[in-house]
């Protein structure tokens, strides 16, 4: 069946990874491995983090939170240091905005879907022309792995879910939209999901044109 949308997540595929900048944070402060996202899973639905990307609580009132769920866990850190690392981690990456150029140019759609944080909108603002949908989780007060959030997006964008690819970084969030129908691709190393995007599409989306 033909693809008439790409879907990409954000962190960790147009821009620099957030689990990268987590994996940092962890080892500069020897914390155990895996010990942040840990924390993010096991809290679940009514965790700081999943509430922080609802947009239900804002920035300030997050750090406190999230520190009581890393003590409660049995690690101490500042919540506040983790999402400067994660900001600094946040910068764009050329080859994939080129991509979705070259795809809109191509007559497809390309949508983003992010799981964010209330206070982001500066630096999103300066993404969101390049694409033709553009869906928080922190605005629409869902997210990812929710359902509800890609079913959402497809309706935005106007394609059903069997029609769209979707990018992202964590496999979670890949089995959610799997489940739906999406052509899903796992970004662990940008230039290997681009390779992987191209065969789906039949498009040249690196190199020259």
């Known amino acids: 069946m033909e693809h008439r949308a790409v879907i990409f997540d954000l962190g960790g595929v147009i821009l620099g990874s957030p689990l990268h900048a987590i994996a940092r944070f962890e080892r500069e402060l020897r914390i155990p491995a895996g010990f942040i996202n840990g924390v993010v899973v096991k809290t679940g639905h009514a ?17 406190g939170a999230f520190e009581g769920d890393c003590a409660a866990a049995g690690q101490r850190l500042s919540a506040r240091d983790l999402m400067a690392e994660i900001g600094q981690a946040a910068e ?9 150029r070259r795809i809109r ?4 759609r390309a ?14 603002d300066e993404l969101k022309a390049h694409f033709d949908v553009f869906v928080e989780s922190s605005v629409v007060g869902l997210r990812k ?3 509800r959030i890609y079913h959402h997006t497809c309706a935005e964008i106007d394609v059903p879910p069997d029609r769209a690819v979707f990018l ?4 979670s969030n890949l089995k ?5 129908g999406m052509t899903t691709i796992k970004v662990d190393d940008p230039d290997t ?17």
């Open 145 to 147: 792995p929710d359902p």
């Open 92 to 100: 764009p990456r050329p080859r994939m905005l080129e991509a979705v």
């Open 168 to 171: 992202d970084d964590i496999g």
């Open 105 to 108: 140019a191509h007559g497809l």
């Open 111 to 124: 949508g983003a879907l992010t799981n964010n944080w209330p206070g982001e909108d500066d630096r999103h």
């Open 193 to 209: 999901a681009l390779q992987e995007l191209e065969a789906i599409l039949g498009l040249a989306l690196t190199g020259d044109t």
């Open 47 to 63: 965790g700081a983090w999943a509430r922080l990307e609802r947009g239900e609580l804002p920035m300030e009132a997050f750090f």
């Open 176 to 180: 959610a939209a799997r489940s739906l």
